[in-house]
């Protein structure tokens, strides 16, 4: 290995030997590529860094290496070309470990991918219930209403993820909250997510809310006629 430029020759998808490393959790080599001034601040070819990769993987010794050691520290806010962090990628596959460190490091949970997802966001989508609890405990804030294309309750509504609804209900969110598609309640009963909608329904929420094409969650269940849809209808 060359000292300088040259420990960051890229190939054709822009990964550094630094990418490589981190991707395949070659910890060894990384910190020998980072003692000859390998850079930490390389993108590939989507805009990913190695921390994105290291993240992705839930590998929190080599995240931990790349953030504190090196001629160059990974800058943990960077974006990839669908603007996503490295805590994204951590929150998005419940790599919990991986999120502590983002978070004690400062990493701006508030930022937004191309979607408009915060790491919350893609959390409760996908269930990763560690991860819920661990970044609403650090900032509350985050389950406030303020979008109209969706909220953490709304995603895990969507997808039956019981458990995270219950735990975001617990922590204060809005169970009446509105995006352009309606309440929870609208996303929970289209998906026919029955046990959600019980869980929503417990709550005390309002099944006659309208979504933004003046739709009850009643209107929606009979344009999709199923068992399931019949089910939630008997619990209305």
């Known amino acids: 290995i060359w000292r300088g430029p040259n420990v960051n020759c890229t190939d054709s998808s822009g990964y550094t030997a630094l990418h490589h490393a981190a991707l395949n959790g070659h910890k060894d080599i990384v910190l020998k590529l980072l003692q000859y001034e390998a850079s930490t601040n390389v993108a590939d070819n989507k805009g990913y860094f190695p921390i994105h990769l290291a993240a992705w993987k839930g590998d929190v ?48 949970p508030t930022i937004r991918n191309s979607k408009l997802e915060t790491p919350l966001d893609l959390a409760a989508l996908y269930g990763r219930l560690r991860v819920v609890k661990m970044i609403i405990g650090a900032h509350p ?33 809005d169970v009446s909250c509105q995006t352009e598609k309606g309440s929870a309640l609208h996303e929970a009963a289209l998906f026919g997510k029955v046990d959600v909608v019980r869980v929503l329904l417990e709550t005390g929420i309002d099944a006659n809310i309208k979504d933004s094409l003046g739709r009850t969650v009643l209107d929606i269940l009979k344009e999709h006629p199923s068992q399931k849809s019949l089910q939630i209808a008997t619990l209305l």
Do not use: F, W
Not at 146 to 165: D, E, F, I, Q, Y
């Open 61 to 108: 010794e080599i995240v931990k290496i790349l953030i504190h050691h090196g001629p160059s520290h990974s800058r943990v806010n960077e974006q990839n070309n669908e603007n996503e962090t490295a805590l994204h990628c951590a929150a998005q596959y419940g790599h919990s470990e991986v999120v502590a460190v983002l978070l004690e490091e400062l990493t701006d």
């Open 141 to 173: 804030n985050l389950m406030s209403c303020n979008t109209r294309k969706h909220t953490p309750l709304h995603l895990a509504a969507r997808n039956g993820h019981k458990a995270v609804v219950q735990v975001l209900l617990e922590a204060g969110m």
